[in-house]
């Protein structure tokens, strides 16, 4: 079987692939879409970070994909809808950079605090300007943290190290969920109001686009400071212009941009209080081994196993509950499959599963899954995850 992996992917994740996984592989970094379009159809999985665009037609064109392995967290560059529409699954690696780019994002807190990155231009210009750069503390302030995940709340523990009062939004968890220390968990709108720095840690979707916009700016704390090292576009860029050229927001820092790499007369870089990194949030040898070495072993054991794990268009099972029930998934398929073939032609408004003996109710959901992905796969003629 053959993987592709199209963005710079640390060496011993490409190994585990090699030896372990006893897989083709080959690393083309740099293609264009169009490239990518011609050749993607030699191969089985796909292994990417952030810099190729999966897309419906690249998709559409890979006839033997069966997995694409997302080497870091945000999966989205990939058109997650086209893959599971065609069996795909789509994985991520959402633990081995957390730690790494929830310290990125208090340096940029601490460089945005203390305008440190203006300070050393000004220093290596030949300037000696100690009045210029008056900055503010962080001990006693309060941060809010949009998201409260992996990353969110390891900023959270990071923070009250800083001695700062930490509020959170998210409104899908609960306080018992946070686990940690301290942590008040208020609604958007109150962390808005009482925030002196904000920080953002969603995903980017359609609900998330834009989150921090006209009206939000205008609901928080003047003088307030913005962080993202997320995702560009969480924040809209162009209100946050205004914010700061108005003076409701004092600066801002970004590791993430709306279009990436930015325009270079993109208006932001023409404030005096924007800080920036180049989408460096993941950027440590640490963080790079561990997400190349976490979808390595993911890809490998989904192509040789069919072991799913990390995938966030399928169910994913533990490596022992699947070894339960291994036998009982491939009777299952096989039953699908039976029935599909019993049916052809004719229309199927509902389907029960029963079960008797061993298997615990709690294990039932992905037996009746694969009855049903085998049922539809052989009724529609097409792979179905
Ligand atoms: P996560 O899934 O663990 O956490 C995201 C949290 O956001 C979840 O708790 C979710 O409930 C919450 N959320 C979703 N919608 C929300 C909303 N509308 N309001 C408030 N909360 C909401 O993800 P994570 O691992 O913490 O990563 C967070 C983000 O960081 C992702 O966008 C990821 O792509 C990005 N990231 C960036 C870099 C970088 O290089 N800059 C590196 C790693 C991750
Ligand atoms: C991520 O979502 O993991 C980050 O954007 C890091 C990256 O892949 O560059």
């Not at 995903?203 to 003088?223: Q, V």
Request: proline share 4%; net charge negative.
């Amino acid at each position: 079987m053959k993987v592709l992996i199209s963005d710079p992917l640390c060496p011993k994740g490409v190994k585990i692939l090699e030896v372990e996984g006893d897989l083709l592989v080959e690393q083309r970094c740099g293609l264009t879409q169009e490239d990518l379009l011609g050749i993607i159809d030699g191969y089985d999985a796909l292994i990417v970070r952030s810099g190729t665009q999966v897309t419906r037609e690249l998709i559409e064109k890979g006839s033997r994909l069966k997995a694409i392995g997302r080497a870091g967290t945000g999966v989205d560059n990939v058109d997650i809808e086209a893959a599971s529409e065609r069996g795909i699954v789509v994985m991520n690696a959402p633990f081995g950079n957390t730690i790494t780019t929830a310290e990125h994002t208090l340096s940029l807190l601490l460089s945005l605090a203390r305008e440190i990155p203006q300070a050393y231009a000004s220093l290596r210009e030949g300037r000696w300007e100690r009045k210029k750069f008056m900055g503010v503390e962080l001990g006693g302030k309060i941060l809010g943290i949009v998201g409260l995940g992996r990353i969110g709340k390891e900023i959270a523990r990071r923070a009250r190290g800083l001695a700062m009062e930490v509020l959170a939004a998210d409104p899908y968890i609960s306080l018992q969920d946070t686990e940690v220390q301290g942590l008040k968990l208020v609604e958007l709108d109150e962390l808005y109001a009482k925030a002196d720095f904000i920080t953002v840690h969603v995903p980017l979707g359609e609900k998330t686009w834009h989150l921090i916009s006209e009206e939000a700016f205008a609901k928080m704390k003047p003088g307030v400071r913005i962080i993202n090292c997320a995702r560009g576009g969480i924040v809209d860029e162009q209100a946050l212009y205004q914010a700061i050229k108005s003076g409701q927001v004092a600066g801002a820092a970004l590791d993430v941009f709306e279009k990436e790499p930015p325009d270079k007369d993109n208006p932001l870089f023409s404030l005096e209080n924007i800080v920036s990194t180049p989408h460096l949030g993941a950027s440590t040898k640490e963080a790079q081994e561990n997400v190349a070495v976490e979808i390595a072993h993911q890809v490998v054991q989904f192509l040789k196993k069919g072991i799913v794990v990390n995938a966030v268009n399928a169910p994913s099972l533990s490596y022992e509950t699947l070894t339960v029930l291994s036998p009982y998934l491939e009777l299952a398929e096989k039953l699908g499959k039976l029935i599909g073939q019993l049916t052809e032609g004719v229309p199927i408004s509902s389907l029960s599963v029963s079960y008797a003996g061993v298997i615990p109710k709690t294990h039932s959901r992905p037996l009746t899954l694969s009855v049903v992905q085998a049922l539809l796969a052989v009724r529609e003629k097409r792979p179905v995850n």
